[in-house]
């Protein structure tokens, strides 16, 4: 089945005391500000995600934790705005008071083996709680720690680096970029490979601000309001598509359209999605694709900015057409979507910030895609070798996340988790189902 099934397996992690782990050296204390791209409030939240290590015999006698932990310290020298704590100026803008007050981190120890897992190293995680420990005190967006890791051991001696970041700080690429200079350092580096660049100015609102183009993704005035669905029984779940599930799908759509796999994918999940939310027939349903814009600006954004960078296109139709039409009419809402995001228009974004107050994308009856397939996750190193899982700890209501992974027969392919109440799951796993078509298109 293409549904990967979660683990009822339950455990508990005893834990150390939490510190704040500083810059190794003394670093600039110093306000920066955030981009406007930054400090809109869609990235005004705490990402949680996790990387999974295999014991390795070659570490024999080496604590991750004690390498981390000294990697994280040598690391935030050179991102030492990580160590800050964010401050809220006049209208809303963010900067970081580089503070060198340091990054929140915890030990950890469970009493299971990665093996107990069984086929389940994928999202939902269980005893997530357990494998990052939050402090109430620290999940506040202002005035609180921008990143905490949690390092927990484990009995076969794997571990896993589980981290909450605050996304105004970083995207997915910034927050690689961190990680894999921690893994540089974990292995003996004296500095990033690739060092890293502040420079949020690049992606700041001209003076005076103009928006140029046309963003449905932000606009509340002429959207319906209310809440997409039920926000009660939410379940997550995890959905596993390999070549096998791709070719399925491509069967159902004309030999010369071109597409890659995430197009027909996303087309897939939104169609199957707004199926299963059973919407009236003219009502909006809308897509919105989150773009790594970095390679759009001429000359492109310097190597190594570790700022957002991402522009949040939308397309829009009705329920009634995503729905009875071909797949290929989604198909192409999804490629147009993509194709919106140029230099001027992540200009217009940053002016657009500025003018309208700092607007989140209007998320009604909208699907979010986060394509983290080329992001390069389980690249991160910290001497133990590639990480077997690597990515979000789980879906959102409103956003799917496309993470590369293997399924329990080591076939490459994309893990996506979905979060949506009970009895609507149990439609969109039909609906899957039914657009794979026969057993062997979703035999994994």
Not at 91 to 103: A, I
Not at 235 to 264: E, M, W, Y
């Amino acid at each position: 089945m293409a549904l990967l099934q979660p683990t009822s397996l339950v455990f508990t992690v005893e834990r150390q005391e939490p510190e704040l782990i500083v810059p190794a050296k003394p670093t600039p204390h110093e306000c920066k500000l955030l981009s406007d791209t930054d400090d809109q409030a869609g990235h005004r939240f705490q990402i949680r995600g996790l990387h999974i290590y295999r014991n390795n015999a070659c570490m024999q006698g080496k604590d991750p934790v004690r390498v981390i932990r000294e990697a994280l310290a040598e690391t935030l020298v050179f991102f030492y705005p990580f160590a800050g704590r964010l401050k809220e100026g006049p209208n809303r803008k963010l900067m970081v008071d580089c503070s060198g007050e340091g990054v929140l981190f915890i030990e950890g120890d469970a009493d299971v083996t990665l093996e107990d897992f069984g086929d389940s190293l994928h999202p939902p995680f269980p005893c997530f709680k357990e494998l990052l420990y939050e402090l109430p005190a620290s999940i506040d967006l202002l005035n609180s720690p921008l990143l905490q890791i949690q390092v927990t051991r484990f009995k076969c001696g794997g571990f896993i680096f589980a981290h909450r970041f605050n996304h105004t700080i970083s995207d997915a690429v910034g927050l690689i970029q961190f990680m894999s200079t921690m893994g540089e350092m974990a292995r003996g580096a004296v500095a990033p490979s690739i060092p890293p660049v502040w420079e949020r100015h690049l992606l700041n609102a001209r003076d005076p601000p103009l928006i140029t183009c046309a963003h449905l993704e932000y606009d509340h005035d002429k959207a319906p309001t209310g809440t997409i669905m039920p926000t009660d029984n939410l379940v997550h779940r995890s959905f596993f598509f390999g070549s096998t599930q791709i070719s399925a799908l491509k069967r159902s759509i004309p030999d010369n359209l071109r597409c890659s796999a995430f197009d027909i994918l996303t087309a897939c999940i939104w169609r199957c999605r707004t199926k299963a939310l059973e919407l009236g027939p003219d009502e909006d349903v809308r897509f919105i694709c989150i773009v790594n814009a970095r390679s759009k600006f001429n000359p492109p954004l310097p190597l190594g900015y570790y700022g957002n960078a991402l522009g949040y296109p939308a397309v829009e139709t009705t329920a009634a057409k995503l729905c009875q039409n071909p797949l290929e009419y989604a198909i192409k809402l999804v490629k147009e979507a993509k194709g919106k995001v140029t230099e001027e228009y992540m200009k217009s974004t940053a002016d657009l910030m500025v003018i309208r107050g700092r607007p989140n994308v209007n998320t009604v009856r909208s699907l979010i895609v986060s394509d983290l397939s080329r992001a390069r996750f389980r690249e991160v190193d910290f001497g133990w070798g590639k990480a077997e899982f690597g990515g979000p700890a789980s879906g959102e209501e409103v956003i799917s996340f496309y993470i590369p992974s293997k399924n329990k027969e080591g076939k490459e392919g994309i893990t996506v988790p979905v979060c949506l109440p009970a009895p609507l799951m149990d439609s969109f796993v039909k609906e899957i189902n039914r657009m794979l078509k026969d057993d062997e298109a979703t035999g994994g």
